[in-house]
């Protein structure tokens, strides 16, 4: 069964740590992998995707790591800030019939100062 | 850019009632999707159309319809709304089938 698994449920941090959330999957084929950004009350924001070539890819303070032999990927998040507070959503995608995006339910971040 | 709009914004119904959350993008994408969102659950795909002038079941279909109006538009009917169907609902486009998402602000619906 196509699953995608995130770890920890939730988080809280000081503001200034860095932080690192998992994200395990068993979906096959696999495509690419996405992370999102969901704050409270909106709808999910993309921050980085994947393909299978790619180990690791950055976007500002967020970089993202893939090894598709595993099937891990994690969301490294340095230097928090308070405006990090969100749920951050794994999303794995696999080009085949029937459904094709499969989500995690998410990390909840809180950064506290 | 107004991205992905939704309306409403918040919604009360009672059971048995219907109503349509509407969904329109200024990006110019050919594929729309509709997800539900409930606590503790990934987001789910309720309907998708990769491109105007189809649309296909996703994952979690039963008690909806959609109607992809234009290539803007995409709307999404509860017939009989059930209190099961109490969710945050999120409209969502991609330039192409499986690309990139993008996805509008939600509609939070309360059915009693």
């Known amino acids: 069964k196509n699953q995608v698994e995130q770890s920890p449920q939730s988080l809280i941090i000081l503001e200034g740590k860095n932080c690192t959330l998992q994200?395990?999957?068993?979906?096959?084929?696999?495509?690419?992998l996405r992370w999102y950004k969901q704050d409270t009350g909106r709808g999910p924001v993309s921050l980085t995707i994947?393909?299978?070539?790619?180990n690791t890819k950055s976007n500002g303070r967020y970089t993202a790591t893939l090894d598709a032999d595993t099937k891990q990927s994690s969301l490294h998040i340095t230097a928090s800030q308070l405006s990090d507070s969100a749920s951050y959503i794994c999303?794995?995608?696999?080009?085949?019939?029937?459904?094709?995006?499969?989500f995690g339910k998410g990390t909840t971040l809180s950064v506290s100062s | 850019n107004a991205g992905v709009t939704q309306t409403p914004k918040f919604q009360v119904l009672k059971t048995g009632q219907s109503m349509t959350l509407q969904c329109a993008q200024d990006?110019?994408?050919?594929?729309m999707y509709w997800y539900r969102q409930d606590p503790g659950m990934g987001l789910r795909l309720i309907y998708y159309?990769?491109?105007?002038?189809?649309?296909d079941k996703g994952e979690v279909p039963n008690g909806y319809n959609v109607s992809r109006l234009n290539k803007r538009e995409f709307s999404l009917r509860l017939e009989s709304a059930a209190p099961s169907q109490t969710s945050v609902y999120f409209c969502?486009?991609?330039?192409?089938?499986?690309?990139?998402?993008?996805f509008g602000p939600g509609t939070r619906l309360t059915v009693t």
């Open positions: 994947m393909t299978f070539s790619e």
């Open positions: 969502a486009s991609s330039a192409r089938d499986l690309y990139e998402q993008y």
């Open positions: 994200c395990n999957y068993t979906v096959s084929p696999f495509s690419n």
């Open positions: 999303v794995v995608i696999s080009y085949q019939a029937g459904t094709a995006l499969i």
């Open positions: 159309s990769a491109s105007e002038g189809t649309t």
């Open positions: 990006m110019n994408h050919n594929s």
